[in-house]
């Protein structure tokens, strides 16, 4: 058995309280260790002594999963780690020194790494290697924990990628998600309220549980009550947060009521809100009306945001909210034609029906940004990229399975979400389309584009459809 040893250290422009938070649920090792491919808190509640994480990491073009346990710690002062796996044990403690002035921290890492083995046998390779990653880790670590206030812009590349198509495409899969600068969520949302529909599951549930752990008053809206107790007590397993910071609302969204009852019953239980995640959606593969007599991609996708959003718009404004609307990369083959948003069951396309619908979301969005941008709340529509869920496996079964290997999970997915209504550089992104925290283009076929009285004519469409009072009118 060989073992390394490894001192380190640096100083967060962070009070002691938030880097000790951020680091004592180790899961958010991904966000800020170039290493890590995925890591997660197997120990539902709190981190506290015994709590588990799994952590896999990339060793050259292999992954390897660690186990990793949170041994003790002092609040505020220290943490300390053991890992096992792959050959190697790991005692890393982390030591927390609050700075002169309360506004730094200085954080110390000690890590001592047995390997046995292959590793120990490799163990003058192995030195420098450990020796880079933790070097690497701390700077990550420093830059998670340092609060951004530039406006984010999309790069050359990307840019580059989006109108040659292909290659843009391909940035909707993981090696997207990994390759953007800043994956950190280190702001945090005391006191702020979040309300998620499409909860249940999926992206949906992941968006919960990040906001959740970033100390937010979640709301979870979904259709089934069983699923929604389930979901709940994942979120707050995950978060490890008090049990009355979850809260639920039964709802199935796919009638005008019963979204605009939903509405209500989030607002009487936060009038002031803080963040609304539009993330409910569906792919329909056979034509289907709801009770309302509207075909049911639309109903779902369109309508049922546009009328959740107008009947919380007094509590949105009332907190200076923000609106999330969970878009897709599919309205990229769509432009806006009103006419077809109703489609008939003759020749009926399910997903074509979606993008249509998607496409309208996003033009929806920008319109919002334009009527309500003076009174405060701020909107945007995102893309998660192309991400491993139920929904996409029982709709799109071939591309599923051809390109399951490369899929975004859930957390990569719901990663954009989260950024946008917690970190404080996404307000400059205000009716920007966001994908990776950065602002796309909404058009990159010919006629696609959508014109401000485009939009504005379907935000009438919708009024006169549901019949709703908007905000400001009646």
Same mark, same amino acid.
């Given at each position: 058995?060989?073992?390394?040893? /490894?001192?380190?250290?640096?100083?967060?422009?962070?009070? /002691?309280?938030?880097?000790?938070?951020?680091? +004592?649920?180790?899961?958010?090792?991904?966000?800020?260790?170039?290493?890590?491919?995925?890591?997660?808190?197997?120990? $539902? =509640?709190?981190?506290? *002594?015994?709590?588990?994480?799994?952590? /896999?990491?990339?060793?050259?073009?292999?992954?390897?999963?660690?186990?990793?346990?949170?041994?003790?710690?002092?609040?505020?002062?220290?943490?300390?780690?053991?890992?096992?796996?792959?050959?190697?044990?790991?005692?890393?403690?982390?030591?927390?020194?609050?700075?002169?002035?309360?506004?730094?921290?200085?954080?110390?890492?000690?890590?001592?790494?047995?390997?046995?083995? *292959?590793?120990?046998?490799?163990?003058?390779?192995?030195? *420098?290697?450990?020796?880079?990653?933790?070097?690497?880790?701390?700077?990550?670590?420093?830059?998670?924990?340092?609060?951004?206030?530039?406006?984010?812009?999309? #790069?050359?590349?990307?840019?580059?990628?989006?109108?040659?198509?292909? $290659?843009?495409?391909?940035?909707?899969?993981?090696?997207? %998600?990994?390759?953007?600068?800043?994956?950190?969520? @280190?702001?945090?949302?005391?006191?702020?309220?979040?309300?998620?529909?499409?909860?249940?599951? =999926?992206?949906?549930?992941?968006?919960?549980?990040?906001?959740?752990?970033?100390?937010?008053?979640?709301?979870?809206?979904?259709?089934?009550?069983?699923?929604?107790? @389930?979901?709940?007590?994942?979120?707050? #397993?995950?978060?490890?947060?008090?049990?009355?910071?979850?809260?639920?609302?039964?709802?199935?969204?796919?009638?005008?009521?019963?979204?605009?009852? +939903?509405?209500?019953?989030?607002?009487?239980?936060?009038? !002031?809100?803080?963040?609304?995640?539009?993330?409910?959606?569906?792919?329909?593969?056979? %034509? =289907?009306?709801?009770?309302?007599?509207?075909?049911?991609?639309?109903?779902? &996708?369109? /309508?049922? $945001?546009?009328?959740?959003?107008?009947?919380?718009?007094?509590?949105?404004?009332?907190?200076?909210?923000?609106?999330?609307?969970?878009?897709?990369?599919?309205?990229?083959?769509?432009?806006?034609?009103?006419?077809?948003?109703?489609?008939?069951?003759?020749? %009926?396309?399910?997903?074509?029906?979606?993008?249509?619908?998607?496409?309208?979301?996003?033009?929806?969005?920008?319109?919002?940004?334009?009527?309500?941008?003076?009174?405060?709340?701020?909107? &945007?529509?995102? !893309?998660?990229?192309?991400?491993?869920?139920?929904g996409v496996a029982d709709a799109l079964p071939r591309f599923y399975y051809l390109l399951r290997p490369v899929l975004r999970d859930t957390r990569m997915g719901a990663d954009t979400a989260v950024w946008l209504g917690a970190a404080r550089r996404a307000g400059a992104l205000n009716g920007a389309f966001v994908f990776d925290r950065t602002p796309r283009p909404t058009a990159l076929l010919p006629g696609t584009a959508v014109k401000p009285s485009e939009a504005q004519s379907l935000y009438g469409w919708l009024r006169n459809k549901t019949g709703i009072d908007v905000h400001?009118?009646?």
């Amino acid at each position: 058995m060989t073992t390394i040893t /490894i001192e380190r250290g640096a100083t967060a422009p962070r009070a /002691i309280a938030d880097c000790y938070r951020y680091l +004592a649920d180790f899961s958010t090792c991904e966000q800020w260790d170039p290493a890590v491919y995925r890591a997660e808190k197997l120990t $539902p =509640g709190p981190p506290r *002594p015994g709590t588990e994480f799994r952590v /896999i990491v990339s060793i050259g073009p292999r992954r390897k999963t660690l186990r990793y346990r949170l041994d003790a710690i002092a609040p505020g002062e220290r943490l300390e780690l053991t890992g096992r796996g792959a050959g190697i044990k790991t005692h890393e403690t982390l030591t927390f020194t609050p700075g002169e002035d309360g506004a730094r921290t200085h954080i110390a890492y000690h890590g001592e790494f047995s390997l046995r083995g *292959p590793l120990a046998r490799a163990a003058r390779l192995a030195r *420098p290697a450990i020796k880079r990653m933790t070097a690497q880790a701390m700077t990550g670590l420093i830059d998670a924990l340092t609060i951004k206030t530039a406006t984010p812009r999309q #790069g050359w590349l990307s840019y580059a990628a989006d109108r040659t198509l292909l $290659p843009g495409e391909a940035l909707y899969t993981d090696r997207g %998600y990994f390759a953007m600068s800043d994956r950190a969520h @280190a702001e945090f949302m005391d006191d702020k309220t979040v309300a998620i529909t499409g909860a249940t599951g =999926g992206i949906g549930r992941t968006i919960a549980a990040e906001y959740a752990r970033l100390g937010a008053r979640v709301l979870l809206v979904g259709r089934d009550s069983q699923r929604l107790a @389930a979901a709940a007590e994942h979120v707050r #397993g995950v978060a490890g947060c008090d049990p009355e910071h979850i809260d639920t609302v039964e709802a199935d969204l796919a009638t005008v009521a019963a979204a605009q009852a +939903a509405g209500q019953q989030i607002a009487a239980r936060m009038p !002031h809100l803080d963040v609304l995640v539009n993330n409910a959606g569906a792919l329909f593969e056979s %034509y =289907g009306q709801t009770a309302d007599g509207h075909e049911q991609t639309l109903a779902i &996708n369109l /309508i049922a $945001p546009f009328v959740l959003t107008e009947t919380l718009m007094p509590a949105l404004t009332a907190a200076q909210g923000r609106v999330i609307n969970m878009s897709s990369g599919g309205m990229y083959a769509k432009g806006l034609d009103r006419g077809a948003l109703e489609p008939s069951g003759d020749d %009926y396309n399910g997903l074509g029906a979606y993008a249509r619908t998607k496409r309208a979301l996003v033009a929806l969005t920008r319109h919002w940004f334009r009527r309500y941008g003076d009174e405060g709340v701020r909107f &945007n529509a995102m !893309h998660p990229g192309w991400v491993d869920t139920p929904g996409v496996a029982d709709a799109l079964p071939r591309f599923y399975y051809l390109l399951r290997p490369v899929l975004r999970d859930t957390r990569m997915g719901a990663d954009t979400a989260v950024w946008l209504g917690a970190a404080r550089r996404a307000g400059a992104l205000n009716g920007a389309f966001v994908f990776d925290r950065t602002p796309r283009p909404t058009a990159l076929l010919p006629g696609t584009a959508v014109k401000p009285s485009e939009a504005q004519s379907l935000y009438g469409w919708l009024r006169n459809k549901t019949g709703i009072d908007v905000h400001g009118l009646r």
